[in-house]
């Protein structure tokens, strides 16, 4: 019986994975489980801990789906400073470095943008090496830091950080952008145009799956009954601002058919709990959920909110909208018109987009949207299920960076054998 060809290795390098609810590492698993599927050997580097809440620890070793989960220590101590992230992001990738060294058979590396430079350390593997390295760009750092306001553009740390960046596109043979504004962004850094692919992200299969009923059951353990939901769900990030929504919430206190739920974490969820705090009638805070239960907490609102910040449109993609527009809702948009989702909405008819900073606005959207006739809404959900089971698929989507991955060849048995 003749030998079987030795699979080829992906390694691929992320401070999170599943069962961590962070979205990066939700995309990876995906990606991860469909290359074993395409027959490749996959090694995941992670960290031990999870990355919003570092209590939790996770197996340090274990398969998921096929493929070979090795999770590091020392690698997430929490999101309370960005010193804090910054030694826990350099040091997992130190581990995942030393360690990739001594990785038999390793044919490509792909890394993504968690931790921040996470490129550089792949480019540095890659040259060590010898091997292909594929970026695949969730966020845009230092462009968030300077659109933050935490670093100055002209800083020497901006400027180290921009050479990385430099670095990592060179090195890279394949660079994944997740809209056509982070790609601009991209290329603006240099000549990098014909290996820049632009795939958007995709949601979570238990998010069409959640069985029916599972909404009405989360409305009844969170005393929501029948009330219209305003749901914001996924992280709170300071990008995605929240105090015109928050505003418009005081202004409809007295609708008491009226519930706003944020759902997750991040540093922007103080002043949602803060709200809760003094005594904010219309107003629940929820932790994440777990992944398992993602389909029916989305399910469980009436409308979504989604919300950018006018500077980091092509820095930061609100990955959010796809489970929105998967369960088929509505949605809030806050945020400005020339952007990845002010496309969206100005293609289809699945909500209304509110700019920063007017509250009346958005009182007036909510007013709209929670006065809809049912049938109407239904139409809405039927446009928007339509959306995201087309070009923003998991099927779509995730086979389109697989392709990429792997490369020219049309199977790794051709790649194998070559």
Partial sequence: MANQPTPPTLLIISQVFVPDPAAVGQQIADLAGEMVHRGWNVVVYTSARGYDDPQRRYRRHEFIDGVDVRRLPLSSFGKSSIAIRLLAGALFLAQAIVRALFLPRLELILVSTSPPFAGIGGTLLSWLRATPLVWWVMDLNPDQMVAAGKLSSSSFAVRVFEWMNRMTLSRSRDVIALDLYMKRRLVSKGPYEQKVHVVPPWPHD??????????DSFRARHGLGDAFVVMYSGNHAIQHPLETLLNAARRLAERRNLVFVFVGGGAGKEGVDQQVREGAPNIVSLPFQPLDD????????DVHVVTMGNEVVGIVHPCKVYGALAVGRPILFFGPAESHIGDIMASHDIGVRVDHGDVGGAVAAIEKLSGLSSDTLAAIGKTA????????????????????????QSTVAEKANS
Avoid: W, Y
């Fill in 206 to 215: 238990t998010i069409l799956t959640a069985p029916k009923g599972a909404s």
């Fill in 385 to 408: 299920v339509a959306i995201v089971r087309g070009a923003f698929s998991q099927d779509h989507s995730m086979n389109k960076v697989a392709d990429i991955l792997c490369g020219p």
């Fill in 294 to 301: 993602l389909g029916e907490s989305l399910a469980a609102a």
